[in-house]
Nanobody, 123 residues
C-alpha cells in the first residue's frame, strides 16, 4: 500500500546525528528481526539495518557500518536506530520493518508498517 511519509520529517545537517524508533505492533507477523528499509526518490528500496528480537544479532548495509547503531528494547517491543555522521546520501524515507530469520540469521522475507519517516540531510 502506498502511503505518504509523516509530515514534517527530520532535518539534519551533514555530520549530524538523529535517532529513529519503531514500536512493533502486536499484529506484526514477520518479526524475528526488526529494523528499517529506506527509499530515496527514483531509487529502489534499500535495506538499512536490523536486529534480532533477542538483541543478539545485528546486520547493517555496508554504507552505514560504523555510523549507524541499532538496538532493541524487548520490554517495549521497540527498536532504535542511532544515526551518526549523517551524509546527504542518507536522505530518504525510512520505513519500519520486520524480517524473517533463516538458521538464526537475517532472512529475506519482510513486512513494513507505518507511513515512514522522511530524513533529510543537508550539505
Amino acid at each position: 500500500q502506498v502511503q505518504l511519509p509523516d509530515s514534517g520529517g527530520e532535518f539534519v545537517q551533514a555530520g549530524g546525528s538523529l535517532r529513529l524508533s519503531c514500536e512493533a505492533p502486536e499484529s506484526l507477523f514477520t518479526r524475528s528481526f526488526l529494523g528499517w528499509f529506506r527509499q530515496a526518490p527514483e531509487k529502489q528500496r534499500e535495506f538499512v539495518a536490523a536486529i534480532s528480537e533477542t538483541g543478539t544479532k545485528s546486520e547493517y548495509t555496508n554504507s552505514v557500518k560504523g555510523r549507524f547503531t541499532i538496538s532493541i528494547d524487548g520490554a517495549k517491543d521497540t527498536v532504535y536506530l542511532q544515526m551518526n555522521r549523517l551524509e546527504p546520501e542518507d536522505t530518504a524515507v525510512y520505513y519500519c520493518a520486520g524480517f524473517s530469520s533463516q538458521d538464526g540469521e537475517l532472512g529475506y522475507q519482510f513486512e513494513t508498517w507505518g507511513r515512514g519517516t522522511q530524513v533529510t540531510v543537508s550539505s
